[in-house]
C-alpha cells in the first residue's frame, strides 16, 4: 500500500472509529472485568487503617510495618510479569479467571494469618493477583472497547480501584466504631473475598477479546465478538485492520529478543518511564500511610480513619472528573497537568509541616493537621483527575498488540517495583526525616517526571490501536521524538 493511499485509509478508519457507538455488552464486560480494579483497590486501601490496629498483635515496628504494607507491591511486581507472559498463551479471561482465585485465596490468608511471617507470605499471594490485575484488565477492556470509547472504559478501571480504596477507609471506619477490638483487622481484611467470588462468576459468561482470537487464528470467534460489541458497519473494516496489522508484525518475537530492535526498545522504556512516574509523585504513601501521617501530625485514630475516607470520597469523585476529561483533551495533556498540579501540592504539603512547628493538644496542631488533610485532598485531586487515569490508558494503549501483554506487563513490573521500595521506605523515612522531607524528596522528583512526559509522552487520542502502532513504529524509527 503506498503511503498516500495509508494516509487516506487511517483517516476514513479514524472518522469511522469517531462515529462508532457503544454496544451496551461493552459496558457489562468492561463492569464484570473491572472488578479486578475493585478487589486492587480495597485490598491496597483496606492496609491503611488495619495497620493501626495489627501492630500490637503482631509486633510491628516501623521496619516490619513497612515490610507487611510492601510485601503486596513486591508480589505485585511479579504478579504483572508472570499475567502479561501468560496472557498471550491463555488468553486474557483465563488470567482474570485465574487472578480472581489468588485474589480469594490472599484475602483469607492474611485475614487469619498468627504471625507476621504468614501474614507476609499471604501479602504476597494477595499482590500476585493484584499486579496480574493491574496488568491483564486494562488490556482487555482496551483490545474489547471501540476507538472512540475507549478512553473511558479503560478508565472504568481506574474508577473501580479508587472506589475499592473508598470501600476499604469507609469499612475501616466502620469495623472501628461497631466492633472495635483487637480483632478489628481480621475483618477488614476478609470482606475482600466477596467481590473476588462475583468477579470469577461474572468472567466465566465474558469472551476473550477479538485481536487475542485473531492472534490465535480464531477469526470466527473473533468476528463474533465484534459482532456483539460493534456497530454493523464498523465490524469487517476492524476486523480486517488486526488481520493485516497482525500480519505485518509476524516477525516480532514475544520475549526479551524484540526488545532487540530499537523502536520497540524505545517504545517499551517509554512505557516503564509513563509507569513509574505515576508512583514517584508519592500517591501511594498517602493511600497506605493517611492515617498514620495524620495520626503524626496531631489526630487521634478514630479522627485519622474518618478523615481518610475524605481521600477516598475525593478520588472517586476526580475520577468521574478524569473520565470526562479523556473525552476533551489528549491524554499527553492530561499527564502534564497532573505532573505539575501533584508535583506543586506536594510542596504545599513540605512547607506546612515544615513551617507549622509541633505542640503538644494545641490549636497549631489542628491547624497543622488539617492542612495536611486538605494538602493530601488536593494532591488527590490531581492525581485521580489526571494522571492516574491517562497513565493506565496510555500503557494499555501504546504497545503493539503481539507484545502488548509482554511489555504491559514489564512496565507494571517497574511500576510495582518502584511503589514497594516507596512504600518500604516510607515509614522509615517519616522516623528519620520527618513528613516535611519525604514530600520535598517526592516533590523534586515530580519535577524530573514532568521534564520526561514534556520530552516522550505521546498522543493517542482518538486513533486505533492499529494506528497508534504504525504512527509510534515510524517516529521511534526515526531519529525523532515521539511527541508531535
Given at each position: 500500500?503506498?503511503?498516500k493511499?495509508?494516509?487516506?485509509?487511517?483517516?476514513?478508519?479514524?472518522?469511522?472509529?469517531?462515529?462508532?457507538?457503544?454496544?451496551?455488552?461493552?459496558?457489562?464486560?468492561?463492569v464484570?472485568a473491572?472488578?479486578?480494579?475493585?478487589?486492587?483497590g480495597?485490598?491496597?486501601?483496606?492496609?491503611?487503617?488495619?495497620?493501626?490496629?495489627?501492630?500490637p498483635?503482631?509486633?510491628?515496628?516501623p521496619?516490619?510495618?513497612?515490610?507487611?504494607?510492601s510485601?503486596l507491591?513486591?508480589?505485585?511486581?511479579?504478579?504483572?510479569?508472570?499475567?502479561?507472559?501468560?496472557?498471550?498463551?491463555?488468553?486474557?479471561?483465563?488470567?482474570?479467571?485465574?487472578?480472581?482465585i489468588?485474589?480469594a485465596?490472599g484475602?483469607?490468608?492474611?485475614?487469619?494469618?498468627?504471625?507476621?511471617g504468614s501474614?507476609?507470605?499471604?501479602?504476597?499471594?494477595?499482590?500476585?493477583?493484584?499486579?496480574?490485575?493491574?496488568?491483564?484488565?486494562?488490556?482487555?477492556?482496551?483490545?474489547?472497547?471501540?476507538?472512540?470509547?475507549r478512553g473511558?472504559?479503560v478508565?472504568?478501571?481506574e474508577?473501580?480501584?479508587?472506589?475499592?480504596?473508598?470501600l476499604?477507609?469507609?469499612?475501616?471506619?466502620s469495623f472501628?466504631?461497631v466492633?472495635?477490638?483487637?480483632?478489628?483487622?481480621r475483618?477488614?481484611?476478609?470482606?475482600?473475598?466477596?467481590?473476588?467470588v462475583?468477579?470469577?462468576?461474572?468472567?466465566?459468561?465474558?469472551?476473550?477479546?477479538?485481536?487475542?482470537?485473531?492472534?490465535?487464528?480464531?477469526?470466527?470467534?473473533?468476528r463474533k465478538v465484534?459482532e456483539?460489541?460493534?456497530?454493523?458497519?464498523d465490524?469487517?473494516?476492524e476486523?480486517?485492520?488486526i488481520?493485516?496489522?497482525?500480519?505485518?508484525?509476524?516477525?516480532?518475537?514475544?520475549?526479551?529478543?524484540?526488545?532487540?530492535n530499537?523502536?520497540?526498545f524505545?517504545?517499551?522504556?517509554?512505557?516503564?518511564g509513563?509507569?513509574?512516574?505515576?508512583?514517584?509523585?508519592?500517591?501511594?504513601?498517602?493511600?497506605?500511610?493517611?492515617p498514620?501521617?495524620?495520626?503524626?501530625?496531631?489526630?487521634?485514630?478514630s479522627?485519622?480513619?474518618?478523615a481518610?475516607?475524605?481521600?477516598?470520597?475525593i478520588?472517586?469523585?476526580?475520577?468521574f472528573?478524569?473520565?470526562?476529561?479523556?473525552?476533551?483533551?489528549?491524554?499527553r495533556?492530561?499527564?502534564?497537568?497532573?505532573?505539575l498540579?501533584?508535583?506543586?501540592?506536594l510542596?504545599f504539603i513540605?512547607?506546612v509541616?515544615?513551617?507549622?512547628?509541633?505542640?503538644?493538644?494545641?490549636?497549631?496542631d489542628?491547624?497543622?493537621s488539617?492542612m495536611?488533610?486538605?494538602g493530601?485532598l488536593?494532591?488527590?485531586?490531581?492525581?485521580?483527575?489526571t494522571?492516574?487515569?491517562?497513565?493506565?490508558?496510555?500503557?494499555?494503549?501504546i504497545?503493539?498488540?503481539?507484545?502488548?501483554?509482554?511489555?504491559?506487563?514489564?512496565?507494571?513490573?517497574?511500576?510495582?517495583?518502584?511503589?514497594?521500595?516507596?512504600?518500604?521506605?516510607?515509614?522509615?523515612?517519616?522516623?528519620?526525616?520527618?513528613?516535611?522531607?519525604?514530600?520535598?524528596?517526592?516533590?523534586?522528583?515530580?519535577?524530573?517526571?514532568?521534564?520526561?512526559?514534556?520530552?516522550?509522552?505521546?498522543?493517542?487520542?482518538?486513533?486505533?490501536?492499529?494506528?497508534?502502532?504504525?504512527?509510534?513504529h515510524?517516529?521511534?524509527?526515526?531519529?525523532?521524538?515521539?511527541?508531535?
Amino acid at each position: 500500500m503506498s503511503r498516500k493511499n495509508h494516509l487516506i485509509l487511517n483517516k476514513e478508519l479514524r472518522l469511522s472509529s469517531s462515529n462508532t457507538r457503544t454496544e451496551p455488552f461493552v459496558k457489562v464486560i468492561a463492569v464484570v472485568a473491572t472488578l479486578g480494579g475493585l478487589l486492587f483497590g480495597y485490598d491496597t486501601g483496606v492496609i491503611s487503617g488495619a495497620l493501626l490496629f495489627m501492630g500490637p498483635e503482631l509486633n510491628l515496628t516501623p521496619f516490619t510495618t513497612g515490610l507487611v504494607t510492601s510485601s503486596l507491591l513486591f508480589g505485585a511486581a511479579f504478579g504483572a510479569l508472570a499475567s502479561g507472559y501468560f496472557g498471550v498463551a491463555a488468553g486474557r479471561k483465563k488470567i482474570i479467571l485465574v487472578l480472581a482465585i489468588i485474589f480469594a485465596v490472599g484475602a483469607l490468608g492474611t485475614s487469619i494469618a498468627p504471625n507476621v511471617g504468614s501474614m507476609i507470605f499471604f501479602r504476597l499471594v494477595l499482590g500476585a493477583a493484584v499486579g496480574g490485575s493491574a496488568a491483564t484488565v486494562p488490556i482487555y477492556i482496551a483490545e474489547i472497547a471501540p476507538a472512540n470509547r475507549r478512553g473511558q472504559l479503560v478508565t472504568l478501571q481506574e474508577l473501580m480501584i479508587v472506589f475499592g480504596q473508598m470501600l476499604a477507609y469507609i469499612s475501616n471506619a466502620s469495623f472501628n466504631s461497631v466492633w472495635g477490638g483487637e480483632n478489628t483487622w481480621r475483618w477488614m481484611l476478609a470482606v475482600a473475598t466477596l467481590p473476588a467470588v462475583l468477579l470469577f462468576c461474572g468472567m466465566i459468561f465474558m469472551p476473550d477479546t477479538p485481536r487475542w482470537y485473531v492472534m490465535k487464528g480464531r477469526l470466527a470467534e473473533a468476528r463474533k465478538v465484534l459482532e456483539r460489541t460493534r456497530a454493523r458497519q464498523d465490524v469487517e473494516w476492524e476486523l480486517t485492520e488486526i488481520e493485516q496489522t497482525l500480519a505485518t508484525a509476524q516477525h516480532q518475537r514475544l520475549h526479551l529478543n524484540a526488545l532487540r530492535n530499537p523502536w520497540l526498545f524505545k517504545l517499551f522504556l517509554i512505557g516503564i518511564g509513563i509507569a513509574v512516574i505515576q508512583q514517584l509523585t508519592g500517591v501511594n504513601t498517602i493511600m497506605y500511610y493517611a492515617p498514620t501521617m495524620l495520626k503524626a501530625v496531631g489526630m487521634n485514630d478514630s479522627a485519622a480513619l474518618f478523615a481518610t475516607i475524605s481521600n477516598g470520597v475525593i478520588s472517586v469523585l476526580m475520577t468521574f472528573v478524569g473520565m470526562w476529561l479523556l473525552g476533551k483533551i489528549g491524554r499527553r495533556t492530561m499527564t502534564i497537568i497532573g505532573q505539575l498540579g501533584c508535583t506543586t501540592c506536594l510542596i504545599f504539603i513540605g512547607i506546612v509541616t515544615f513551617f507549622i512547628p509541633e505542640t503538644i493538644h494545641g490549636q497549631l496542631d489542628m491547624l497543622r493537621s488539617y492542612m495536611v488533610l486538605l494538602g493530601m485532598l488536593m494532591f488527590l485531586s490531581f492525581q485521580q483527575g489526571t494522571l492516574s487515569p491517562v497513565t493506565w490508558l496510555l500503557l494499555s494503549e501504546i504497545f503493539p498488540t503481539r507484545l502488548r501483554g509482554t511489555f504491559m506487563g514489564g512496565a507494571v513490573f517497574a511500576m510495582w517495583l518502584a511503589n514497594f521500595l516507596i512504600s518500604f521506605m516510607f515509614p522509615i523515612l517519616l522516623a528519620r526525616i520527618g513528613l516535611a522531607g519525604v514530600f520535598f524528596i517526592f516533590a523534586l522528583v515530580g519535577i524530573a517526571g514532568t521534564m520526561f512526559v514534556i520530552k516522550y509522552v505521546p498522543e493517542t487520542r482518538n486513533c486505533s490501536l492499529e494506528q497508534i502502532e504504525h504512527y509510534l513504529h515510524a517516529k521511534l524509527s526515526s531519529n525523532h521524538g515521539v511527541v508531535r
